[in-house]
Structures are given as C-alpha cells and as structure tokens.
C-alpha cells in the first residue's frame, strides 16, 4: 500500500465534550484499506464514544472525521451507513422483535432499489426483491454460523449468537468499513476463537476494513496487525501488538485502572 | 401474467363482495343495523390505520379522531357548499371527497408529525391528544363548519356508503399486510424496535416515522369523507376524545403490530358496547337487572380479580394447561366471592333499592372485558401474529403428528 493512497478513515484530532467531560481529547488515526485495527483502553476511555462519533450519534466538539477522504462529522448516522460505516453495538441492540433473518434483511434494505409503492401494492418486483434480500440475509448468517436459527426471534437467541447477529446484520450493509464494538464480550473460549476466524474471514473474502474494541487482550493481539489505545479520552499509544504489549504507558494505564 | 389474473381477480371478489353487501344491508337490514354495518367497517379501517402509526411503526398517537374529523369536515363543507352546484352523481361525489378528505387530513399529519416525529419519546402522544381537542374545538366555533351546532352535509340520492366503507376498510388492511409482506415494511418495523440501531443500519427514522404517520393520518381522513354523508348532519360531538380513546384501545387489545388483530379488535370492540346497547331497545328480549348488592359486589370483584390474576401469573409456572388453570381458578374464586359478597350486602338498604339493567351497565361491562383481556393476554388478542392460511394449516398438522406420536 503506498504511503499516499486515501485513508479509508481518518480522524484528525476528533474531540468530544459532554458538559466539562472531554470523553475523547484530540484523538488522530488513520485506517488503510484491509486494515484489521484494534482499538483498546480501559474503562470509560472513549472507545464506544469513537464510534459514536465516526456513526454520526454525536458531531464532534472539534476535529473532523473523513471517510475516504470526504468529511463525515456532524452527518446523519442513516447517511454514513448509506457511504459505507456500519457497527454493532456493545449493549446489544438487536430488533427483539423480529427474527434473526429478518434483523438482517432491514439493514440489507438499505441497497434495495424498488419504491414505497410497489411494496404497498405488492408488486411481483417488491416480491422478487424482499426474495433477494431474504437470500442474502440467510448467505450472511450463514457466515456467521446462525443458519439454523434464521426463523427465531432475535431477542430470544442466546447471548453469543446475538452479538453474531449484530456482526451479519452490519454485514449487510454492504459497508467498507466495519466497527466491531467488543464482539467477544460474553462468549466462552471456544466461541471467541470461531469469532476471531471469521472476523478474519470478514476481512480477507469480503474486502471489508475492520476497526474492533475488544478488552480480551489475547483476542486484540492475535487478530489485529495495529492497534490505538486509549485512556481518559487521550490517545496514548499507537503501533503493532508487540509494542503495544511492552509500552511502559499502555501497562501504567492498564494497571492503573486495575488497582 | 398469473400474477395480474390473480390480482385482478382477487379485487374483483372484493368489489362484488362490498356491493353485495350493499344491496343486502339496503334491502333488509333496518336503519339501525345498516349504520352498525357501517361503523363496523369504519372502526376496522381506524383501527388499522392507527395500528400502521402506533403498532407497526411503535409512534404513539393517541389523537387519531383529528384525522377522521378532519376527514368528515372537509367533505361536510365541500358538500354543503357546492354539490347542489356540480353535475357529479352521489357515489362520484363521495370518491372525490375521499380524496379531498385524505389530502387534507394528511396535510394535517404532515404539519402535525413533522415537528413531533423529528424528536424522540413521547411528544407524538401529547402533541396529537392536544391537537385532537384543538381541533374540535376550532370547529365548534367556526360558523362556516356550522359551530357546535353542526353541519348539514346530505348527498342526495343517498351514496352506497356501506360498500365505500368496507372497501376502504380492505384498502387499509391490504395496505398494511402488503407493507409487511415485503421488504418495505421491515424499515417501520425497526424503528419500533430500536430507532439508534435503525439510523446506524441506514434507516432514515424520521421520514419512516412521516410516512407510516401521513399514511395513516390520510387513511383516517378518508374514513371521516365516507362518515359525513352517511351521518347526514355532523357535529364536533361525534368526535370526541373518546373516539381517539376508543381507536387506540382497538389497536392495543388487537395486540400492536399485528393487523389481523386490529381488524379483529375494531369489530369486536364495536359491536360488544353496541349489542350491550341493544338489550335496551323495547322488542329485545327483557334486558337482565342486577341488583345494587351484585353491582358493588362486583367493582371488588373486579380489583380481586385483578389482583388475583396477577399472582397467578407471577407465581404459577409450568405448562400451559397449569397456567389456565391458574387463570380459570382465579376467575372461579371471584365468582364465588361476587355471589358471597352479594348476598352479604343484600343487608344494606340503600344498595338494595336500586337495580340496574345490562344496557346501564354497558360501559361497565365492557371495562370489565377489556381488563379481563388485558390480563389474560397482554400482548392483545394477536400478539405479534397475523391471520394465515398457512398458519393455520401449520397448527393443524402439528396436532395431528402430535396424536401420533
Ligand atoms: N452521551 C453521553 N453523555 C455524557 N457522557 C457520556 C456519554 N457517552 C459517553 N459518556 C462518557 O464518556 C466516557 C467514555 O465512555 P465510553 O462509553 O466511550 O467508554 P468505553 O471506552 O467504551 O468504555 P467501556 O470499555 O466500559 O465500554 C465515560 O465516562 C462516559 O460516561
Ligand atoms: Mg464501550
């Protein structure tokens, strides 16, 4: 990858403040295409509030945000998923509701291209469509390994296989960029480890670029190639695992949190 | 092809169907029953249009009588002021004042959703609960709309109300079941579920909320255009809050979401305080008196029925059967504790002197049914189901592999 080719994001000093809370202060990084990047830090260090940031929830006090080289901060969360971000949520937010398919055919809608009316009418080319949609659904909880519960109403799946969901219903999308926000949280060993393989997956047979919060530091440091840390809002180290593993400053905040 | 022969054919059932209806509700009902016949079809069509608004969509406008009012006036004017005038036959007329009638009432949708939806939490309801009494109220002293006199809106020779209702009724239905059928739908059923997630997968949450709302809004219009003539004479009385009251509790017993049960619920609920009413009319069978006693034997039978309820369904679990036998078991002991606390308060003079019959009683009874309902099945009559064929067929093979085995 050449030194000078787009950034598929870039944050340039993004900075937020809740009252005189700063949750994230000046935070800069860039993501390359097929990036697998980690983002880490203890504790209410800013990590979710990034992706807020980067999905629209929030415009940023200060700073920009550009994906592909356009500025995004400040525009709607429905227009940047529609450019190409799209997350998962660390308090899982599925569509209870509905079932594990149906989850992934909403966000699937957003590349669909009949209008309003046919579907109110039922026209054979809603039909045809809402066909479409529903096999690319099941194509994608298939990657994930949730074929055999498509039919099941999400809320009622178990906690693991939720937070799959949230992965294929990002998925379908169809985004460049994926934010993965603590996938793992909850899963037992064996889980994590079909995890970290498809997150793999995600990246090399989709062409996807992955940013991931993850607090497992085995499961940071096996799957991602950079990661950014985190703390009190502050970016305070940046690189591949093993400098990270050894930075004097990303241990201090680790341990400083944990006493 | 196959597809448009069977499209074809399936609205050409339903216009025979609602003519036929027509001729037979003309021919042989009484004036009476024809307007239930009629209100039945215009409550089903309310119902569902609030139901596409609050249940399908999870917007919660408790104001939905605005929208049929402004449906109902729109037409009274336009007839009271030009249909003398205009060449148009009585059932022409009537269609173009649906148009009118679900324009206008979208326009005020419009105005009214716009700045309500845009936020989130609740204004929607307090917004529409206000507005439906701002209205009524501007109406009551516009002297143009005839005030709170009313206003004479007669279509002459008498247009086949009946058949526009129930046609407009399927409309409804069909438009909310195909929006749910196809991939259209899941956008509004998302922003119901979780309208953070929505936007994050490219949901444009405040145009699906606009839309599912104008819809809605214009569907109820259309039923107050086909309301007006047949009324003949209109008053800001026929839509008082306790028409939005009465819609909303439709949707909420049908079980938000599901359209089957809203139709259902809107019949149901109608029909129940009409035939209540009914015992009443001389030449129906003697209504049955109650006296005091039962009456305030009752009301506690209620709040212990209530209770009751309650603790069987916190503490019974296990099958289903145990459940409804939790459920029978606590409707048995307060039955009985009604009969014993009757007879007991026979001793009270002043109770004793006084006997009600069902037709005084109706509204009470029928609060009674709804809570009774509400707690049996919170989810309402559907829950999140719909009506099918297939569903049905589903059940049935499950029973019978279930004998098998
Ligand atoms: N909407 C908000 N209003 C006020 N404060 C907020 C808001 N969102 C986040 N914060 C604060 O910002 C800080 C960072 O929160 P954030 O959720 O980003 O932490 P995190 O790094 O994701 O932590 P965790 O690992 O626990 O998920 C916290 O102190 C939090 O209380
Ligand atoms: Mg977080």
């Known amino acids: ?259 | 092809m196959r597809f448009w022969l069977v499209r074809l054919a399936s609205v050409a059932v339903v216009l025979v169907g609602c003519f036929l209806l027509q001729q037979w509700a003309a021919a042989s009902l009484t004036p009476y029953l024809q307007s239930l016949v009629f209100l039945a079809g215009g409550y089903v069509a309310l119902a569902v249009s609030l139901n596409l608004i609050n249940g399908i969509t999870g917007q919660f406008s408790i104001g939905h009588a605005a929208f049929y009012m402004i449906g109902a006036y729109t037409t009274a004017f336009l007839t009271a002021t030009f249909f003398k005038a205009q060449p148009l036959d009585s059932t022409a007329w009537v269609v173009l004042m649906v148009v009118a009638g679900s324009v206008v009432a979208g326009i005020a949708g419009l105005v009214v959703g716009l700045p309500s939806l845009r936020l989130r939490g609740d204004y929607l309801a307090i917004v529409t609960l206000g507005f439906g009494e701002i209205i009524r109220i501007v109406v009551q002293n516009v002297k143009a709309l005839g005030g709170s006199f009313g206003i004479d809106c007669r279509v002459e020779p008498a247009p086949p109300s009946i058949m526009l209702m129930w046609l407009l009724a399927i409309l409804t239905i069909a438009i909310c079941r195909n929006l749910l059928k196809s991939a259209h739908g899941l956008p509004f059923l998302a922003v119901r579920e979780d309208e953070i997630a929505s936007s994050a997968m490219g949901v444009q949450v405040t145009k699906v909320k606009v839309t599912a709302f104008v819809v809605g809004s214009m569907l109820a219009g259309a039923a107050g255009a086909i309301y007006a003539p047949f009324q003949v004479f209109i008053t800001p009385l026929n839509f008082d809050m306790y028409q939005s009251f009465i819609v909303l509790t439709m949707v909420v017993m049908g079980g938000t979401g599901s359209v089957t049960g809203s139709a259902i619920a809107g019949l149901l609920l109608y029909l129940l305080p009409e035939y209540l009413r009914l015992m009443k009319q001389p030449g129906t069978s003697k209504a049955i008196s109650i006296g005091g006693p039962a009456v305030a034997a009752g009301l506690v039978g209620v709040i212990v029925l209530v209770w009751l309820l309650r603790v069987v369904q916190a503490k019974v679990v296990g099958s289903k059967w145990q459940r409804w036998a939790g459920n029978l078991g606590a409707l048995a002991a307060t039955a009985l504790l009604v009969y014993l606390g009757s007879l007991a308060l026979h001793g009270v003079p002043f109770l004793r002197s006084r006997n009600y019959t069902m037709a005084e009683l109706r509204m009470a009874i029928f609060a009674l049914v709804l809570i009774a309902l509400m707690l049996l099945r919170p989810a309402g009559i559907m829950g999140h189901h719909e009506f099918s064929w297939d569903g049905i067929g589903k059940r049935l093979r499950r029973r019978t592999s279930g004998a098998k085995a």
């Open chain 1, 1 to 259: 990858m050449s030194e000078n080719a787009t950034p598929v994001l870039r944050l340039k000093e993004a900075t937020i403040k809740f009252g005189g809370l700063i949750a994230v202060n000046c935070v800069s990084f860039d993501l390359m295409k097929g990036d697998l990047f980690g983002l880490i830090g203890p504790n209410g260090a800013g990590k979710t509030t990034c992706f807020n940031l980067v999905t629209g929830l929030y415009p940023p006090t200060s700073g920009s945000i550009e994906f592909m080289g356009r500025d995004i901060s400040g525009m709607a969360s429905a227009k940047i998923a529609k450019l190409g971000i799209c997350r998962t949520f660390q308090n899982i937010r599925l569509f209870k509701a509905l079932s594990a398919v149906e989850n992934v055919m909403v966000a699937a809608y957003l590349r669909h291209r009949t209008g309003l009316g046919s579907g109110l009418g039922l026209l054979p080319s809603a039909i045809r469509e809402t066909k479409e949609l529903r096999r690319q659904a099941l194509e994608l909880l298939d990657v994930v390994g949730l074929s055999d519960v498509a039919e099941e109403r999400s809320g009622d799946l178990a906690y693991g296989r939720q937070r799959r969901l949230e992965i294929a219903r990002a998925m379908a999308t169809q985004p460049e960029l994926l934010l993965l926000d603590e996938p793992a949280a909850g899963m037992n060993p064996n889980e994590k480890v079909d995890l970290q393989q498809t997150v793999r997956r995600i990246r090399d047979d989709f062409d996807k670029t992955v940013l991931l919060i993850e607090h497992d530091m085995r499961f940071v440091m096996g799957l991602c190639e950079r990661i950014v840390v985190l703390d009190h809002g502050e970016e305070i180290a940046q690189g591949p695992p093993d400098a990270i593993r050894n930075d004097p400053k990303v241990i201090e905040a680790y341990l400083g949190a944990a006493v």
